[in-house]
């Protein structure tokens, strides 16, 4: 999380690891200077034993409620738990920060909005699309998701406060327009954030009959690497996340290609900052909140390009996000993606940005590249490259083609 003023993270109690200091997030480097401003962290707090004892004196517990705690720490300190949230817990972001300490007492007590969103049906989630869904998926190429993913980790890394990682948005929304082009109906903006320089950006197809009724994929745009390499690290993402935002432009190359105009508003998002916090989605999830959208399903791709578990191709989270559209996206699996397995499994609060969504009462699903304990291990390495996934982005193809079907399935 960036050097921010005032942040506020929050905890969540899950499966309980133990709390071993780690070995190489060495947190005796982390000797915060007295005058650095105070951030209070959101994170499961099946961490906050684990926090606790790595921290040791320079973290506070403020407030402990429905397995969320908010704790208070220095702002160098965000990134060291950031690096043992991931190599702990094996979370990609793993914890929410807030502005202030009323928003993150506010996220505590979010339980209503965090009910809703897992239990309430926001649509119909009949499959009679055949006729559409079939002629799209064939088109969907892994050869393009690949070159999308190699330019992506070509930068040196896409962090959020880097000139990199502005430049990498830069470059998708480049794509995305050019994939639109002479489309009137197609719009592709930065959504800009006021405490960090990296956009998130934001592809809106308008539609045609039910304007107000909002389709989201989207998936974080940002990469890190290590806990002490911020804007001068090498973190190429290949996985995380250059394949979900590679796998969110193939939707698109799709789409454009075949002059698709849907009948609701699908909007595709590459969120700045999830990696610190999950900051670039809270901001655009709780505008929408505000705003009063009426946002029917979102679909989170964070990792799709590493095939970790020989028995699920498709790994569903249950945790943070909506049970119907999740029975929904594995029936569309066994409707349109023959011979794909798939499962669940949980990532515990925070682990990407569906979470945003979720604690503001929007439906949402995160589809993974496999089970938890046999995902990619390099992530928030320099060793995230494609060759990881032996050069080839047939994983990451799965998930193009589930969101295809989700979008137009949707959108009827
Ligand atoms: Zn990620």
């Known amino acids: 999380m960036n050097k921010l003023s005032m942040m506020l993270l929050v905890m969540t109690l899950g499966s309980g690891l133990s709390a071993q200091a780690h070995e190489d997030v060495d947190f005796s480097k982390f000797q915060p200077k007295s005058n650095e401003k105070d951030v209070f962290l959101t994170i499961d707090a099946d961490a906050l034993t684990s926090a606790k004892s790595n921290f040791k004196n320079n973290l506070e517990i403020m407030e402990v409620r429905d397995g969320l705690a908010i704790i208070k720490t220095k702002e160098s300190g965000v990134e060291f738990l950031s690096h043992m949230m991931h190599e702990e817990f094996h979370r990609c972001g793993g914890f929410m920060f807030h502005d202030n300490i009323d928003e993150a007492t506010t996220e505590l007590f979010n339980a209503d909005n965090r009910a809703l969103a897992s239990k309430a049906i926001f649509a119909n989630y009949t499959?009679?699309?055949?006729?559409?869904?079939?002629?799209?998926?064939?088109?969907?190429?892994a050869s393009e998701i690949e070159s999308s993913i190699r330019k992506l980790s070509s930068f040196k890394n896409r962090y959020y406060q880097a000139d990199t990682g502005v430049q990498s948005q830069e470059w998708i929304k480049q794509r995305w327009l050019e994939l639109a082009a002479g489309r009137s109906d197609v719009k592709v903006e930065f959504f800009d954030h006021a405490s960090w320089k990296q956009p998130s950006v934001i592809m809106t197809i308008e539609?045609?009959?039910?304007?107000?009724?909002?389709?989201?994929?989207?998936?974080?745009?940002?990469?890190?690497?290590?806990?002490?390499?911020?804007?001068?690290?090498?973190?190429?993402?290949?996985?995380?996340?250059?394949?979900?935002?590679?796998?969110?432009?193939?939707?698109?190359?799709?789409?454009?290609?075949?002059?698709?105009?849907?009948?609701?508003?699908?909007?595709?998002?590459?969120?700045?900052?999830?990696?610190?916090?999950?900051?670039?989605?809270?901001?655009?999830?709780?505008?929408?909140?505000n705003?009063?959208?009426?946002?029917?399903?979102?679909?989170?791709?964070?990792?799709?390009?590493?095939?970790?578990?020989?028995?699920?191709?498709?790994?569903?989270?249950?945790?943070?996000?909506?049970?119907?559209?999740?029975?929904?996206?594995?029936?569309?699996?066994?409707?349109?993606l023959e011979g794909l397995n798939w499962g669940y499994d949980k990532c515990g609060y925070g682990c990407s940005d569906h979470a945003s969504w979720h604690s503001n009462g929007f439906p949402a699903s995160m589809p993974f590249e496999a089970r938890m304990k046999e995902m990619n291990k390099k992530i928030h390495t320099a060793n995230d490259t494609i060759e990881i996934s032996r050069g080839t982005a047939s994983h990451a193809a799965k998930f193009s083609k589930l969101a295809v079907a989700f979008v137009v399935e949707l959108d009827r």
């Open 127 to 141: 499959i009679d699309q055949q006729d559409t869904v079939e002629k799209l998926l064939p088109q969907v190429q």
């Open 207 to 289: 539609g045609a009959v039910n304007p107000e009724e909002v389709i989201i994929v989207g998936g974080h745009a940002d990469s890190i690497s290590g806990y002490f390499g911020g804007a001068s690290a090498t973190a190429p993402g290949a996985d995380d996340n250059a394949s979900g935002m590679s796998s969110i432009t193939e939707v698109i190359r799709v789409l454009m290609q075949n002059s698709y105009r849907p009948n609701k508003t699908i909007q595709f998002m590459g969120y700045a900052a999830e990696e610190v916090g999950l900051r670039g989605s809270k901001e655009v999830a709780a505008s929408y909140k």
């Open 291 to 336: 705003a009063g959208k009426n946002v029917i399903g979102v679909m989170q791709l964070d990792m799709t390009n590493f095939k970790g578990s020989d028995e699920f191709d498709i790994v569903m989270m249950t945790d943070f996000t909506n049970a119907d559209q999740n029975e929904f996206l594995g029936k569309i699996i066994d409707e349109y």
